[in-house]
């Protein structure tokens, strides 16, 4: 009878409030909710229950206890009631949240915290309402101690625990589980020889179930607290407290406090990875955007835990201090799953980027909104050191492909937008330039938009310095092979050009761009030595064959004209002399637009090779003047020797030890008197010792004196010279010592048998003073 007009009053009662709910205005939510609570409370005074506990605890005339019982002391009547009223309780419960337009737990899990008891009167005053009102938007910080409400004697019924568990009646169904498990250590100390072991072992299993439904249902509220702060606040202040009373009650083996981190550390990821990500292929820049967008969703999550979670929590518990940590524990995650998907450049640089310097800059963990919660020593993203590794490699990798494909883009474009077109080189500051190496070196022009060096480089550096050195070996390792690549493609088709003078234009431009990627890798021979010296040197190999091809190509124009000097015809024409000079003015002027540091030794081996064939005919004894034709000879020597000296003066030569020779062998070839030549001979050895006496008996056979006892005196001189130059060491013309020009030139052997006779034989024949 007591069970049907309790039951009677509930239904009348919540009819009351459901229809004022529903019909009602927003303005009056607050008042009908404060009716809900109140009516709650004032059910709960109704309860059977309650009112058996009540009579229980005056019979024993104890607050805190319970009456020991055994498990017969369960009637089926009892149980059957207590069946009936966890279900009246939870049709009430649902028809009440549909009224309040909550739904139900399965169509709506983001339950309102409102739905706990309000303690307040249905008859609330105005003011009393706007008070209220005024308090839910105060935070309030929950207390490190607590009172824990009285445990029940008697427990509600496992189906019945479990259906406060659904509904998020913690704090209830939680002092059920503790009155509950009191009894089951009752039982246990109590149970004798004859007790069924098979009741206590349910009653077990049925305790462990429930404390695991009690924990997946704490695990939700905490994992969804971060999404919806508001709705959690009175739910979370209860997990803290079955969290802190069952660590004072020894936990149980279970890690409550563990396992509350792990459910932060859910909830966190759970907005992690409801972050947007799209796909490479839908958006290039779809990883850049990501982190963007990862970085605002931790400052936000963070930003609501500062301002409404960590009021629902004990101190002890440190909130704050655990979500960063959470933050930092789920970010590495997130980032090694990234690192599966990334497949570019940019994007291995932006994962380094992110980890290096954003999140712990004021976009993210320094942000102002976090602080001074957030501490500088909290800030840093803790990546293991293997992942931190791994992406470095994977980036220098990467880096070393997509600079390979570039550098066969640049010899690509070269090939089909000079060569094919045949173009003129474009001169800057009046020399001959070429894009490859500003397209190596940096990746400003449109046309190219390839990988360069500068900017890894710099981009590493902005990392750390173990990325710059890493990145730097990649580049010129990579780069050590290009222009080697460069140069066989460009003899290949320079092999069928008809254009020459193009071809020399060309040849030079690769000389200076080589030169200048040169200077450039310089600047890193600090920061890796070993392998800018590798690259340098094969840097300058390539410029030199390069050079030297361009000087075999004049040797190649110039050689039949230069056979022809110093012999009848060219005393006889100026034709083949006009010719080379024609030749070497343009060289000249080509070799304006070389760079200066190549000018002067390019121009000084052309110096060098002109001179040594020039004089090569000399040698041979191919023609002797007669008839006084050696002092027109000489002219025409000097002559000619004066304009070659003023064409490789403007070419930059530094071999102007090589202008002398001119007129050493113009004084021998006109001088008159036979015996006049010896006085010639001291200044011709001093500037060129690798002479020989051969040397000399082919200029003495050209000019006429082809045998005789002068000659034989003037040879004899020569070889008295040179002895006294090695006895002296040539201290005063050491340099002298170090050229070579003679020796590289081969002698016509002499036909005269008096040739090597020694001076002493003729010293009978000598007139006596």
């Given at each position: ?40 409370a ?14 229980s ?21 009892q ?122 072992a ?9 404390y ?56 966190v ?9 799209d ?51 789920v970010?590495?995650?997130?980032l090694q ?7 570019e ?25 976090l ?5 500088e ?25 997509e ?32 894009h ?11 046309r ?5 060096v ?41 092999g ?45 190999g ?6 030297h091809?361009?000087?075999q190509?004049?040797m ?13 015809k ?20 080509q ?35 007669r ?24 070419m ?66 020569v070889?008295?010279l ?37 001076l ?10």
């Open positions: 009878m007591e069970m049907k007009e309790w039951d009677s009053d509930v239904t009348d009662s919540e009819d009351s409030v459901i229809n004022g709910v529903t019909h009602g205005n927003n303005d009056s939510v607050d008042r009908k909710l404060g009716m809900l609570g109140s009516l709650r004032s059910l709960r005074s109704k309860s059977p229950l309650t009112k058996l506990t009540q009579r605890k005056k019979k024993d005339g104890t607050s805190g206890g319970s009456p020991l019982r055994s498990p017969q002391s369960h009637t089926r009547a149980s059957e009631s207590s069946v009936a009223l966890g279900d009246l309780l939870m049709k009430k419960g649902a028809s009440l949240r549909r009224s309040l337009r909550l739904g139900s737990k399965r169509h709506a899990p983001e339950r309102s915290a409102n739905q706990e008891p309000l303690h307040c009167v249905v008859e609330a005053s105005q003011s009393e309402q706007s008070t209220s009102r005024s308090e839910v938007t105060e935070t309030v910080e929950v207390r490190e101690s607590y009172v824990l409400p009285e445990i029940p004697p008697l427990p509600l019924s496992v189906m019945q625990i479990n259906k406060l568990i659904e509904l998020e009646v913690l704090e209830e169904a939680h002092l059920n589980l503790l009155s509950l498990r009191r009894e089951f250590h009752q039982q246990q100390e109590e149970a004798g020889p004859d007790a069924s072991p098979v009741e206590l349910h009653l077990e299993k049925d305790l462990h179930l429930l695991g439904a009690l924990r997946t249902k704490m695990a939700a509220i905490v994992r969804q607290s971060s999404v919806l702060p508001a709705r959690n606040k009175e739910l979370l202040v209860q997990v803290a407290r079955v969290v802190q009373e069952e660590e004072r009650r020894g936990g149980g083996g279970w890690g409550w406090r563990d396992f509350w981190r792990d459910a932060v550390r859910d909830g990821r759970d907005v992690l990875q409801a972050v947007h990500l796909t490479p292929e839908r958006n290039t820049s779809w990883l850049a955007v990501h982190l963007g967008l990862l970085g605002k969703a931790i400052v936000e999550n963070l930003e609501r835990v500062k301002a409404e979670l960590q009021a629902s929590y004990p101190p002890s518990f440190r909130v704050f201090d655990h979500y960063v940590d959470a933050c930092h524990q970010t590495t995650e997130h799953r990234l690192m599966g998907r990334v497949r450049l940019k994007d291995y640089y932006a994962l380094l980027d992110f980890m290096t310097h954003r999140y712990h800059s004021e976009r993210i963990m320094g942000s102002f909104s602080r001074p919660e957030v501490k020593e909290q800030r840093e993203l803790r990546i293991p050191e293997e992942f931190h590794q791994d992406i470095k490699k994977q980036y220098c990798r990467q880096l070393q492909v600079l390979r494909g570039s550098l066969e883009k640049v010899l690509q474009l070269e090939r089909e937008e000079m060569w094919e077109e045949q173009l003129q080189p474009r001169v800057e500051e009046g020399l001959f330039e070429s490859i190496h500003m397209d190596i070196w940096t990746s400003d022009r449109d190219a938009k390839a990988q360069s500068q900017s890894p480089v710099v981009n590493a550096r902005r990392i750390d310095a173990d990325l710059e050195q890493r990145v730097l070996h990649t580049c010129l390792s990579e780069l050590q092979l290009f222009p080697r690549r460069l140069e066989e493609e460009f003899m290949r088709w320079s069928s050009l008809l254009d020459e003078r193009l071809w020399g234009d060309y040849t030079i431009t690769y000389i200076n761009s080589f030169s200048s990627l040169r200077e450039h890798m310089e600047s890193y021979k600090d920061s890796s030595p070993d392998q800018v010296t590798q690259l340098s040197i094969e840097l300058e390539v410029e030199l064959r390069l050079r091809a361009l000087l190509h004049y190649n124009q110039t050689k039949p004209l230069l056979r022809r000097m110093m012999t009848r060219w005393l006889s024409t100026d034709d083949d002399f006009n010719q080379l000079l024609k030749r070497t003015q343009d060289l000249r002027e070799c304006t637009h070389m760079g200066p540091n190549h000018t002067q030794a390019f121009a000084s081996a052309v110096h060098l090779y002109v001179v040594k064939e020039y004089i090569t005919p000399l040698m041979k004894n191919n023609y002797s003047c008839n006084r034709k050696n002092q027109r000879a000489a002219t025409k020597l000097r002559n000619q020797w004066s304009q070659l000296r003023e064409l490789f003066h403007e930059r030569s530094t071999a102007d030890w090589l202008h002398p020779l001119g007129d050493h062998l113009s004084d021998i070839i006109g001088q008159k008197d036979k015996s006049d030549i010896k006085t010639h001979l001291p200044a011709l050895v001093e500037d060129y010792p690798d002479i020989s006496k051969r040397h000399v008996a082919a200029v003495l056979f050209f000019r006429g004196l082809t045998h005789g006892r002068e000659r034989q005196l003037i040879l004899q001189r070889a008295e040179k002895q006294e130059g090695q006895n002296a060491g040539n201290a005063g013309n050491t340099e002298a010592h170090q050229r070579s020009l003679f020796s590289h030139i081969p002698a016509a052997a002499t036909t005269d048998c008096l040739a090597h006779t020694p002493s034989c003729f010293t009978s024949l000598l007139p006596h003073t």
